[in-house]
């Protein structure tokens, strides 16, 4: 299937035209029949010659509904022109092609009608010449008849040449379907349509509505008036959704494949064409079957920041159109370079943003979004339009789903190192630096950035970023262990006195360093031995006639009570002595 809409003035034909090749009535309201002219949009169908399905979108042509008329061009990327031969090139013609223009629609036909009315020469020849200096460029012209039917199979033709050259769609793509109604079919719920541009629709997905925290289910699948279990790309579609009130969503809103779009309400974009200087502070931005008031922030001389009125999932690269609506005039299309910009708080900020954007041209560009966003979730780059893997372009994470600059990260891993070294600096005592208080210190998102980032000699021990060594002493309390090393190695047993510790510059943190590092054993508050003491200990005892009283012990060991009771009763925790009930005590062999 392909679709194709309408576009061109009112009451040239475009409604009669469709209704002739489709036998199908587009103008689906009462008061459309009765006036006699379309107000909304109309959908209808036709087989074409080559066995291939055209549907069409017919637009209104009024300048009062020309917001209708976009919503039902902006997903559907080839154009029906419709000009009549006896009015020629209107207003409309002209707001209906500028729009094409600004979305940059490059697909497209020109049908003149009303040939049995007059010579379609003219007007063929003007609207060509309008049509070429589009992204359309040259088109073939048909002239028909809607009434007498002449031109008719012509323009069948013509239409089947228009649709073998349109592109292929893209159904691996991710979902994004603009919704361009909505309505409740009795017994089913609600059902809204949409042409589906990418990507592949299943009765039974789950797919993201924007603003609804819950997923919606499709229910039910339509095509063409036939009930589906799938649909793929392109196809006009209407979807069944299970749970979801009516009144939940309407024309502009979107169901998306989950997690694959970024909602945004700020949107660096490049005006397309020769923009005006004095664009409007206020305009309306359409893209899709939506149309949001925006906010306009020139930053250069073809690129402006938008700030939506209600946000929306929009990619890098999508094509949108500004119109100001008080004056009935497209201002021109934009390409989105960003999706989410960063704020111009400083002053110069948007001057810099401007050279940055100076830079873009709304193709996804993987290294270009990591030099400027540094560190990101690949998946927060895929939900902008920017995949980490895109043909040769790729981005291997540096942790997690973290992607960083190349330059950015060896930058952070230099800022790491001499923070751990500053940190041992300042802190002698401390086994290195908590992993949370450099992730503070270098701004990281993440703690696995942090651990990513550690590199031998530095290793992480017991949420501590240290060097190897980092349980290697501090210079005095080094100096401080072999002071005590060469006093006390023939008396093992004997611990320093308190205040000999307090000689040395042992307190209790130069204690508790030279503890983990494994250079003392302490016993007790201010009761410490040289660490083999331990099995020093075990081998003396082993000597005694078993089992043996602390008094026994201690004159063994030659040491004082102060030192014997507890570290027999670390043997004892240990598992080197046991104690029995009478209090003596045997070594466990
Ligand atoms: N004579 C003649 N009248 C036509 C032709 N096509 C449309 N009309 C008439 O022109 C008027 C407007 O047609 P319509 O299809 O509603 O125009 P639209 O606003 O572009 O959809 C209607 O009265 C049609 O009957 C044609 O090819 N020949
Ligand atoms: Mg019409």
Known sequence: MFVVATAGHVDHG???????????????????????????????????????????????????????????????????IVVAADEGWMP????????????????????????DLADPGPATAHARAEIAATSLGAVPAVAVSGLTGAGLPELRAALDRLAAQLPTPVVDDPVRLWVDRSFTVRGS??????????????????????GADEPVRVRGLHSLGEARAEAGAVARVAVNL??????????????????????????????????????????????????????VRPLGPDTVRLRLARPLPLLVGDRALLRDPGRHHVSGGVRVLDVAPPPLGRRGAAAARAQVLAELDGRPDLAGELRRRRLVRSGALLRMGVPAQNGPAYAEPVAGDWLA???????????????????????????GMPVDALRQRLALPDRVLVEALVRPPLRIHAGRVGAAGADALPEPVARAVQRVRAEYGDRPFRAPEADRLVDLGLGPREIGAAVRAGALLRLADNVVLLPDALDDAVRVLAGLPQPF???????????TRRVAVPLLELLDRRGATRRLPDDARIVVT
């Open 14 to 80: 475009k409604s009669t035209l469709v209704r002739a090749l489709t036998g199908m009535e587009p103008d689906r309201w009462a008061e459309e029949r009765r006036r006699g002219m379309t107000i909304d949009l109309g959908f209808a169908w036709t087989t074409l010659p080559s066995g291939g399905t055209v549907a069409f979108v017919d637009v209104p042509g009024h300048e009062r509904f020309v917001p209708n008329m976009l919503a039902g061009v902006g997903p559907v990327p080839a154009a029906l």
């Open 189 to 210: 719920g609600t059902v809204v349509t949409g042409t589906l541009g990418a990507g592949r629709l299943r009765v039974g997905d789950e797919l993201e509505l924007a």
């Open 242 to 295: 299970r749970g979801t009130p009516r009144d939940r969503l309407g024309r502009g809103d979107a169901l998306l494949t989950p997690g694959r779009f970024h909602h945004t309400d700020l949107v660096d974009v490049r005006l397309a064409g020769d923009p005006a200087a004095d664009l409007p502070a206020t305009l309306t931005l359409h893209v899709g079957s939506a149309a949001v008031p925006v906010r």
């Open 405 to 431: 600059d190349p330059a950015h990260w060896r930058r952070l891993g230099e800022q790491l190192t001499e923070e751990v070294a500053r940190h041992a600096r300042e802190h002698p005592l401390e086994p």
């Open 549 to 559: 009283t602390l008094s026994a012990a201690r004159q063994a060991l030659d040491t």
């Open 92 to 115: 409309q013609s002209a707001e209906h092609l500028a729009a094409l223009d600004a979305l940059g629609v490059a697909y497209g036909l020109l049908a003149v009608t009303r040939a």
